[in-house]
């Protein structure tokens, strides 16, 4: 199983990027999808959530407004869409597939880094 991010980059505050994690080995389906991030110095933390079906969502506060999460089950992935980004949406962000509580599997990151 494996699970790779991608879309991550250099931006300007206020501007846009767009994650995408893509599966192998796993039918992502059956799978509730999370994005984490994880800034230095920092605990990760959940960003935002969707269900198996797509149909319903959740974000942290600090994103709501901001970040879409979205996901297509017959191209096996899952996108977060970031608009206005600002400097403290700075981290490595990670996609994680849930099964179940004991049956997981996460990404390896990819760097998101918003600065002028």
């Known amino acids: 199983v494996q699970l790779v991010e991608s879309g991550g980059g250099l931006v300007q505050p206020g501007g846009s990027l767009g994650l995408s994690c893509t599966a192998s080995g796993l039918t992502l389906g059956r799978s509730a999808m999370n994005w984490h991030r994880q800034a230095p110095g920092k605990k990760r933390e959940l960003v935002a959530a969707?269900?198996?079906?797509?149909?319903?969502?959740i974000y942290a506060d600090s994103v709501k407004g901001r970040f879409t999460i979205s996901r297509d089950n017959a191209e096996n992935t899952v996108a977060l869409e970031m608009n206005n980004l600002k400097p403290e949406d700075t981290a490595v962000y990670f996609c994680?597939?849930?099964?179940?509580?004991?049956?997981?599997?996460w990404g390896q990151g990819t760097q998101v880094n918003v600065s002028s």
């Open positions: 994680q597939a849930v099964n179940g509580a004991l049956d997981t599997y």
């Open positions: 969707i269900t198996r079906a797509g149909d319903n969502s």
